[in-house]
């Protein structure tokens, strides 16, 4: 046995001897070090030893057979030109770069193949929606590159068949393999996958697994179930609001209510007759709330909370979470009356702000589904208009978020209306709440919101230098993504001309940000040209 390893499981204070027999060329090195201690000495000797045994020793040589080929290249889609390879290098460089969505856009729909040198770039990107943009692009190549870092999974995993149809055998067992030797974030990719092919098999693997995964793993777990929701999954999401964990209750109690057969959408519906009552009072319809003054355990099962979050009052709280589970189409249709009545209707409640929040979150979660809950968007838009109006310090942030939400929640053309005319009646009042919510509009924006949002923004920096001017400045960088390409030149023209006169001429950082944007849009133009070329 080696003296060394004797030593370490015997411990050094059973060694009558010296710990190191000097069988090694190594050990005389430690015979000036005398007054180290016998543990340290051991361990100065292994580390020795260690380096000796490895010194001129020739790395294993790898067979050709144990490189696996690279994937061919796609034959249906071309290369970049060398100017959009050295584009693409700069913009994927630069974490959040406002043209990132936009190139991989323009690149798959000319039927460009993301440039090989640049895969590990590419398959290093963390972001969601920029992974989802440079799926189609990354090519056989890319995911086949993606197999040796687990860190760059997401693209093998990611990959989603043009045609729905049943895994084959052996890309379920790799599948089986991924499901339970991954990390969790690759198990909810493979999920999400096998969902979108055979949502028979992933429900089965889900429902064997939840029941030994720790807490914060099962909420992430069923995330994929709210992608392609369907009536089948039911039975699985009932047991869920059995779940020890509150969060996980919650999750699968909004699933099911976004299912309008489901049970517990049924439970919701008639809590909500309970709390919110309606009758004519002078020939107008006007609404009462009745939220419960205690919770009982059904309630508690279905995902409501028992403790409100501080702050908030537990009867408005409760009030709120039940409302918000209910698409507003129901009250149109229980009331006989248009969204616009409905909110007139609650003024005079008690709970008005509580009903008209839980309203908003409902529209902006069943709109998609429900055209005729997605007409509740615009009369909630203008009611919260008139409530921001109302604040004297103007609109809160909460604000801010609810109408953020209410504008990705509508179609393109109406939200950029709606938008404007807020924009063109509120910017005079130093209040940068309605041009900042321009980040929440869909790109691109429609080119009458763009010439008037760029018009306004170069009013308000020409003439003064406040906290607002600097504020809307920093605008001009999400503008420069989003306005139409044909708009790209007339505003270029504008803002070069502003960089030799006005306000900017000597405000330094002023001058900078607008040297920025004017980068940015010269890139767009040449990004266009580019993918043009191939």
């Known amino acids: 046995m080696d003296d060394l390893v004797k030593t370490a499981l015997l411990g050094t204070a059973k060694q009558t001897a010296d710990v190191v027999d000097f069988s090694c060329p190594t050990d005389a090195m430690l015979d000036d070090l005398s007054e180290v201690s016998p543990e340290h000495r051991v361990l100065l000797a292994a580390g020795l030893r260690a380096v000796y045994r490895q010194a001129g020793r020739s790395a294993d040589r790898l067979s050709d057979d144990a490189i696996p080929d690279p994937a061919p290249l796609e034959a249906d889609r071309q290369q970049c030109s060398p100017k959009l390879i050295s584009m693409l290098e700069e913009i994927f460089q630069k974490k959040d770069h406002p043209l990132a969505l936009e190139v991989l856009y323009q690149m798959d729909a000319a039927g460009l193949r993301f440039p090989p040198p640049l895969l590990p770039l590419a ?172 919770l009982d355990k059904e309630w508690i099962r279905d995902g409501i909370p028992k403790k409100a979050p501080r702050g908030r009052g537990a009867r408005s709280y409760w009030l709120e979470i039940v409302v918000e589970l209910v698409p507003p189409s129901y009250w149109s249709t229980r009331f006989k009356a248009s969204p616009d009545e409905l909110i007139e209707a609650i003024v005079e409640d008690d709970y008005a702000i509580t009903l008209l929040t839980a309203w908003t979150t409902a529209a902006v979660r069943f709109a998609p589904s429900d055209s005729a809950s997605a007409e509740w968007l615009a009369p909630l838009w203008n009611d919260w208009c008139k409530v921001c109006d109302s604040r004297k310090k103007g609109a809160s942030n909460e604000d801010a978020e609810r109408l953020g939400g209410i504008l990705e929640a509508m179609p393109a053309d109406v939200a950029n209306r709606l938008l404007l005319q807020r924009i063109e009646a509120t910017y005079r009042l130093d209040d940068p709440t309605w041009i900042l919510l321009a980040s929440r509009l869909p790109t691109p924006w429609t080119a009458e919101f763009s010439t008037t949002y760029i018009e306004i923004i170069r009013k308000i920096v020409s003439k003064t230098k406040s906290n607002y001017a600097y504020q809307v400045v920093d605008m001009l960088h999400v503008a420069a993504g989003a306005i139409p390409v044909d708009l790209i030149e007339p505003t270029l023209n504008m803002w070069e001309e502003m960089l030799s006169t006005g306000a900017m001429k000597n405000d330094g950082w002023l001058g900078r940000q607008i040297a920025a944007v004017t980068a940015t849009l010269n890139m767009r133009q040449l990004l266009y040209k580019e993918v043009g070329s191939g």
């Open 123 to 294: 398959l290093s990107q963390t972001k969601a929606q920029v992974r989802q943009r440079m799926l189609p692009i990354l090519g056989d190549r890319g995911r086949w590159l993606a197999q040796f870092d687990p860190s760059w999974s997401w693209a093998r995993h990611g990959e989603v068949k043009t045609v729905a149809e049943k895994p084959t055998e052996e890309e379920l067992s790799r599948f089986r393999d991924q499901w339970e030797m991954g990390t969790i974030g690759e198990r909810c990719d493979i999920l999400r996958r096998l969902r979108t092919v055979d949502p028979e098999t992933a429900r089965d693997w889900l429902t064997e697994t939840l029941p030994s995964e720790k807490a914060d793993h099962r909420q992430r777990l069923i995330q994929p179930l709210g992608e392609r929701l369907s009536i089948d999954a039911e039975p699985m999401l009932e047991e869920l609001l059995s779940d020890r964990s509150e969060k996980v209750r919650r999750h699968a109690s909004r699933f099911l209510a976004s299912l309008p057969d489901s049970q517990l959408s049924e439970r919701m519906r008639q809590r909500a007759d309970e709390i919110l009552t309606g009758e004519q009072v002078d020939g107008k319809l006007q609404l009462t709330s009745h939220p419960p003054a205690e």
